[in-house]
T-cell receptor, first 114, second 114 residues
Framework: ELKVEQNPLFLSMQEGKNYTIYCNYS?????LYWYRQDPGKSLESLFV???NGAVKQEGRLMASLDTKARLSTLHITAAVHDLSATYFC??????????????WGAGTKLIIKP | DTEVTQTPKHLVMGMTNKKSLKCEQH?????MYWYKQKAKKPPELMFV???????INESVPSRFSPECPNSSLLNLHLHALQPEDSALYLC?????????????FGPGTRLTVL
């Protein structure tokens, strides 16, 4: 069964602290995406990770991909309130008889307190 | 233009009404998607169009009817919906289904069925 598991599902943290969100997946894939969603809004693409060992950074967020471990991490450095949102990871999957589809994690709701 | 647009932003309809949701992109993408998202859940794939042909239908009830008039437009026709169909409906597009699948999302239509 195709599964993408995120943890934690909920995270409340203080400004200035560091933390990591984990995304494990059950199928072979070397393509993983991180999205951000603010309450009541759409999904914004944050990172596209396309190979083993890929690391991308944007501001206080850094994402990495380990395809051997089937694990991606989203690291938050010195969190600020503006990063409060729900973060989703999604994994590209294709089989012999289908094109690529995204399999989504459940999302991590991140609240950053001043 | 790197945007996906959707209209309307909000829609309230009765169970006997017929309405349509519209989506447009001008990025030259050849794959377009409809997703349904309930509160605090990841998006659920409904339909995928590839080169204007329906490629994936995730067993969606027939009260939802997609249409792709051309490569830039995607519609979702709604008829005889149920209150449980109330959700955020998101349109997305990507380059195609044969390569990596970064999807760009529109702002969504918030649908309420009374």
């Amino acid at each position: 069964e195709l599964k993408v598991e995120q943890n934690p599902l909920f995270l409340s943290m203080q400004e200035g602290k560091n933390y990591t969100i984990y995304c494990n997946y059950s199928t072979t894939s070397d393509r993983l995406y991180w999205y951000r969603q603010d309450p009541g809004k759409s999904l914004e693409s944050l990172f596209v990770l396309l190979s083993n060992g890929a690391v991308k950074q944007e501001g206080r967020l850094m994402a990495s991909l380990d395809t051997k471990a089937r694990l991606s991490t989203l690291h938050i450095t010195a969190a600020v309130h503006d990063l409060s949102a729900t973060y989703f990871c999604a994994v590209d999957f294709s089989s012999m008889d289908s094109n690529y589809q995204l399999i989504w994690g459940a999302g991590t709701k991140l609240i950053i307190k001043p | 233009d790197t945007e996906v647009t959707q209209t309307p932003k909000h829609l309230v309809m009765g169970m006997t009404n017929k309405k349509s949701l519209k989506c447009e992109q001008h990025m030259g993408h050849r794959a377009m998607y409809w997703y349904k998202q309930k509160a605090k859940k990841p998006p659920e794939l409904m339909f995928v169009y590839s080169y204007e042909k329906l490629s994936i239908n995730e067993s969606v009830p027939s009260r939802f009817s997609p249409e792709c008039p051309n490569s830039s437009l995607l519609n979702l026709h709604l008829h005889a919906l149920q209150p449980e169909d109330s959700a955020l409906y998101l349109c997305a597009s990507s380059q195609d289904l044969d390569s990596y699948n970064e999807q760009f999302f529109g702002p969504g239509t918030r649908l309420t069925v009374l």
